[in-house]
Nanobody, 122 residues
């Protein structure tokens, strides 16, 4: 069992930056792949980015490629999502999830956080 908590959401103007952090207390967190997803009102939860347990392999949704960066610090048991050049379309609740493989498919992730709100004003 892994309990995840997302930190760092908030309100930012378009063009600004935010960093989200996914943290867990269990040491086994460092052995899991982690994905970030987001869900806007009235929309499906969608893939944003993923990273394998070592940090060597990452993947991104086309909509965030070049603007968002996912990275991890296994010594601190965290996986961060650095979000730059934010757009109003990035407004959503952001979730992190842990699983065996760094995939874009929600069903592959066994553990989920409760989410953090990101709002980008125009």
């Amino acid at each position: 069992q892994v309990q995840l908590v997302e930190l760092g959401g908030g309100l930012v103007q378009a063009g600004g930056s935010l960093r989200l952090s996914c943290a867990a207390s269990e040491r086994t967190f460092s052995t899991y792949a982690v994905g970030w997803f987001r869900q806007a009102p009235g929309s499906e939860r969608e893939f944003v980015a993923a990273i394998d347990w070592s940090g060597a392999t990452t993947s991104y949704a086309d909509s965030v490629k070049g603007r968002f960066t996912i990275f991890r610090d296994n010594a601190k048991n965290t996986v961060d999502l650095q979000m730059n050049s934010l757009e109003p379309e990035d407004t959503a609740v952001y979730y992190c999830a842990a699983g065996q493989v760094p995939t874009m498919y929600r069903a592959a992730y066994a553990y989920w956080g409760h989410g953090t709100q990101v709002t980008v004003s125009s």
